[in-house]
């Protein structure tokens, strides 16, 4: 088995690339570095069936011998990281998942495009189904990444029912693990970073907020069994443990073992108030439930950034 893994020298993706390669698949890691990193799959690099592909994919796409699987995992993903590469951000969603539904589709594989929890915006339902449509500000600062999200989806289907297409998609929920960048921007990097340098740790608003936090192992194993399922409807990926933003600060306080203040700040604009996944879906196609417990993954992660640091 081959598969392509776009945006594969990212977090989620150089990891989705090391556990592919531990399950004998060969893997193509298609990736532009923009938002990826080099060191992510330097380690991977020795591997006969492993190689790199420096390539926008939102660019016509060839890729030599056969392709049994493409995920696409292209895109900015952070809100640093979006906010600075709006339009870039929105042409990966929409120029680079067709490219990407092309070459899958000449050489009849399968496809999973990787979507996000963020297409339930400021969510009304809990926890979040995947029946639920969303409440979304389709014209707020983070609209470029939601509204990415949502239109691949939707070209994913419509790939799907046109060409009768093998697509899967994901809705993959906050992740977490080894290799998160440090100035990621995002609550879990942006906690750990400041508790183990002895700055104030950051919450927005009151805290009340809530999010609930995967292992990045689980999720890739996720990924890897929606590959192999016949239904093309999406699928939430996520571990159902929901924390407010305040109690996760205080339990990484705890793990750090730091002594660092609470720093109270505004709310971002559209920052959702509740997130959990519902996976019951998951758990119904894939057998899939996550096994990694917070405060387990969170104590690997924090020893991950004090060697990075």
């Known amino acids: ?9 990212g977090f989620i993706g150089s990891h989705l690339c090391e556990y592919l390669l531990s399950r004998d698949v060969s893997v193509v890691c298609l990736d532009n570095l923009v938002t990826g990193r ?10 006969r069936r492993f ?10 796409l060839r890729v030599r011998g056969r392709v049994d699987v ?7 993903a952070s809100p640093r990281d979006y906010l600075a590469l709006p339009l870039e951000t929105l042409a990966v969603g929409s120029a680079g998942t067709r490219n990407l539904l092309e070459l899958a589709r000449a050489g009849s594989a399968v496809f999973v495009q990787a979507s996000t929890s963020e297409v339930y915006g400021d969510p009304d339902v809990h926890p979040q189904p995947e029946t639920y449509w969303g409440n979304v500000n389709p014209v707020g600062v983070r609209s470029v990444y939601d509204e990415s999200k949502r239109f691949s989806e939707a070209l994913v289907m419509a790939y799907h029912r046109r ?23 995002r609550v879990v990097p942006n906690l750990i970073h400041q508790a183990l340098t002895g700055q104030p740790l950051t919450i927005y608003g009151r805290g009340r907020q809530t999010r609930s936090f995967c292992y990045v192992s ?6 890897f069994r929606l590959a192999g399922c016949a239904d093309p409807g999406p699928v939430n990926l996520g571990n159902p443990v929901e924390f ?48 990694v417990g917070v405060e387990h993954g969170l104590e690997i992660t924090i020893e991950w950034f004090r060697s990075a640091r």
């Not at 080099?38 to 591997?47: M, T, V």
């Not at 809705?171 to 921007?185: A, C, E, Q």
């Not at 720093?263 to 519902?278: C, G, K, M, N």
């Open 163 to 185: 060409h009768a297409m093998p697509t899967r998609i994901a809705r993959i929920f906050n992740t977490y693990g080894p290799r998160m960048k440090l100035d990621d921007g």
């Open 51 to 60: 190689s790199l592909i420096l390539q926008d994919v939102t660019r016509p």
């Open 244 to 291: 407010s933003i305040l109690q996760f600060a205080r339990l990484v306080q705890r793990l750090v073992g730091s002594r660092s203040p609470l720093r109270f700040e505004p709310l971002p604009a559209d920052d959702p108030r509740q997130r959990r996944p519902d996976i019951r879906r998951a758990r119904r196609l894939l057998g899939w439930t996550p096994k």
């Open 38 to 47: 080099r060191g992510n799959i330097e380690h991977l690099a020795q591997d």
């Open 70 to 76: 493409v995920f696409n995992l292209a895109s900015p």
């Open 1 to 9: 088995m081959r598969a392509l893994v776009a945006g594969g020298a």
């Open 218 to 223: 689980d999720l890739v194993e996720g990924l």
